[in-house]
């Protein structure tokens, strides 16, 4: 059986990525949806939709980076 | 490599009658970039050949016909015979082909007619009442409708004889409802149509049947045997259409490739400039190309042209035809799909090519993977010879990631050798591992940047806007050392490096250089994903290989079910491997990289005469 204080990091690690996740994906959904609309009128804006779309990425990176920073504590304490 | 075609600026002019052959010898050459001319004091813009009319007229036939037959663009071999006059020839097609169409529409039309007149006679069909008694009476009134059920029928019997003697009543029911047709006294109209309605009775009306004689069931049988025959005819007016198209497909794309190329060059002039006798052409030529197509030009006019031409200078808009080795070739399609970069930029092609294989490949970094993938791509190549570029790029991606899963020791999740590093044990190790490569990416993008810096602004503005960012590095790198006491430097060094860059950054770049100031970090940390893409990948595939591994144990029937998570679980996995590795390799070179250096925004060279 596992500790419950093993249990909280764990959930404590989930809500790291979970959260970052979401919050990018509400940041890229209108983005998204934005760069779509431009691309439809003007094609070679292709790159730079994309590039816009992918940038809140980034934060889902942090709570990963986060996420696998609590679980290390897990090992470690 | 690095840099663009170089290219001369050309002015050609001469009188307007020599306009024929030098729009010919131009569209011939495929060499020169057209910069159109826009109306000023000077010199209105061109007219279009005589010609251009009826050539567009022609082609708008040959396209509506192309579009009738339902003819597919596509690559065929097929020479036009010389002298074939396309003109009379699609003339006489087209009459051909709308007089079929008009007699399918014909047909069409009559079987639409004839299904909804069988829908009526459908409803009436187990009546025995002569259709001749649905036209209206002075003493008769009709009712036809449907009521829910068959023992409503018998009280509305009752209800009615109350109200009147004369009256008939058919019926016919289905499994749902009851059909009732009622003929009454005219003068009880009211009173009927009262007790009806308080039965629940919805009327149905038969507009198409007021010409026909006789019962319903034999107008129903006649109207089967006409529709067949007309579904007969449809078939074979359908077929007719099918053959004309199939013989004239490879007349009528190459026809239409022919035309459009004819009015290409008749409309041609409408980019030049041109006075009521003469006519100038503006336009870049590359400069390999400069020797042959000012000869073949003098030669086509017999030396009645006068060409000028220069280098380009520094503020000109120069059309941009990226130069690159033949492997680094495919890559260009990242760049088209982004922006050309300008004239005297670097063109970061090279880099990318040598980049964007090693991201992908670490990121899906699995040996049998990498080999789906290749075999994938290879097949694609194969099957669609347009997208070679991107199948070229994706075939070398898929040799790079298999080298990295002989690093990292997968196949297919399962670690058949002893990795060098582990993706699913060593995250940390992969983890710094991806930041050191987003250090040296950024910095080699910096240095690019510095290049451009300095050949459009000097050195000292490359130092500001480019060095400070360098510096910033060192500063920040120094300051984090010595706080965790790896190195002895006290931390007012790298306060002194970190406060360096700001003010270099500010002279540089302004206000806007310092709200950047933190970017630095978050792209750096951005190559996380290097490491994170992976892991995610080689997680679902453990998970994938122990589920179906539980089910191989049970044996016999969870066999299959074992097989089936197996396979799908795979599949599903290489896609999303796949889509996230490009993407976000992509999204590495596009965001963290470029931004670093790449202004673009030029033009791309498209000689004139060049297809697609």
């Not at chain 1, 809500?15 to 009128?41: F, K, N, Q, R």
């Not at chain 2, 520094?314 to 300008?342: C, G, Q, R, T």
Request: glycine content about 6%; hydrophobic content about 50%.
């Amino acid at each position: 059986m596992a500790e419950i204080s093993t249990g909280l990091i764990a959930i404590g690690s989930g809500l790291a990525i979970g959260l970052s996740a979401i919050a990018a994906a509400m940041a890229e959904s209108t983005i998204g949806a934005a760069a779509v609309g431009a691309m439809a009128e003007k094609e070679e804006l292709f790159g730079k939709g994309l590039i816009l779309t992918v940038i809140p990425e980034t934060i889902v990176i942090f709570g990963l980076v986060v996420a696998i920073l609590i679980l290390n504590l897990a090992k470690g304490g | 490599m690095f840099a663009p075609y170089q290219m001369n600026n050309i002015i050609i002019t001469g009188h307007s009658n020599l306009l024929d052959a030098v729009i010919n010898e131009l569209h011939m050459l495929k060499i020169l970039h057209i910069v159109e001319h826009s109306k000023n004091e000077l010199a209105d813009i061109g007219k279009p050949l005589e010609s251009a009319n009826k050539l567009s007229e022609i082609l708008v036939r040959v396209r509506a016909l192309a579009t009738a037959l339902n003819i597919k663009k596509e690559e065929i071999k097929f020479e036009l015979k010389s002298g074939i006059d396309i003109e009379s020839a699609a003339k006489k097609l087209n009459e051909e082909v709308s007089k079929n169409l008009e007699e399918l529409r014909k047909i069409e039309e009559t079987i639409a007619k004839n299904e909804a007149l069988s829908r009526e006679l459908e409803i009436l069909k187990d009546i025995n009442v002569p259709l001749e008694a649905f036209s209206s009476y002075k003493t008769i009134v009709h009712f036809a409708g449907y009521v829910k059920t068959k023992e409503i029928t018998s009280a509305l019997i009752q209800e009615i004889s109350k109200a009147t003697k004369k009256f008939m009543l058919f019926d016919s029911s289905t499994k749902k409802r009851c059909f009732l047709l009622l003929f009454a006294d005219a003068k009880k109209k009211d009173v009927i149509s009262n007790i009806l309605e308080n039965a629940g009775f919805s009327q149905v009306s038969f507009p198409n049947i007021s010409n026909l004689n006789g019962n319903a069931s034999s107008n129903l049988r006649k109207l089967e045997d006409e529709t067949i025959k007309l579904q007969q005819r449809r078939a074979e007016a359908k077929k007719r259409l099918e053959r004309i198209g199939r013989e004239n497909k490879d007349f009528l794309i190459s026809s239409e490739e022919f035309l459009t190329e004819q009015l290409e060059k008749a409309e041609a002039p409408l980019k030049f400039a041109a006075t009521p006798s003469s006519f100038l052409v503006k336009g870049w030529v590359p400069n390999d190309e400069l020797k042959n197509s000012i000869e073949s030009l003098t030669k086509a006019t017999h030396n009645k042209i006068f060409i000028h031409f220069e280098p380009a200078k520094k503020h000109d808009k120069v059309p941009v035809k990226l130069k690159n080795p033949i492997y680094a070739k495919p890559f260009e399609f990242f760049i088209d799909l982004y922006s050309m970069p300008a004239y005297r930029e670097i063109d970061p092609t090279f880099f990318i090519f040598l980049t964007f294989p090693i991201f992908f490949g670490i990121m899906l970094g699995d040996v049998g993977y990498g080999a789906l993938s290749l075999l994938f791509f290879w097949l694609l190549k194969k099957k669609m010879p347009k997208a070679r570029n991107f199948s070229n790029i994706l075939i070398l991606a898929s040799f790079v990631t298999i080298l990295f899963g002989l690093l990292f020791g997968e196949f297919f999740g399962y670690e058949f050798i002893r990795p060098i590093v582990s993706r699913e044990h060593e995250m940390f190790k992969l983890l710094f591992i991806s930041i050191a490569i987003g250090i040296v990416h950024v910095n080699i993008g910096l240095i690019v940047g510095f290049i451009n810096e300095f050949r459009s602004h000097g050195f000292m503005h490359a130092l500001y806007a480019k060095g400070s960012w360098i510096v910033l590095q060192i500063g920040i790198a120094l300051l984090a050392l010595s706080y965790f006491g790896t190195v002895s430097t006290p931390p007012l060094v790298g306060a002194a490096f970190l406060g360096l860059s700001i003010l270099m950054l500010f002279k540089g770049e302004g206000v806007k250089g310092l709200i950047e100031l933190p970017s630095i970090l978050t792209n750096i940390m951005s190559y996380a994903r290097l490491m994170a893409i992976g892991l995610s990948s080689v997680i679902l595939a453990v998970i994938i290989n122990e589920q179906s591994a539980e089910f191989f144990h049970k044996g016999g029937f969870f066999v299959l079910i074992g097989v089936f998570i197996l396979v799908f679980g795979h599949a599903i996995n290489i896609m999303l491997g796949l889509l996230g590795s490009f993407l976000h390799s992509l999204r590495l070179h596009y965001v963290e990289f470029f931004s670093k250096f790449f202004h673009g925004g030029a033009q791309k060279y498209k000689p004139f005469g060049l297809k697609n």
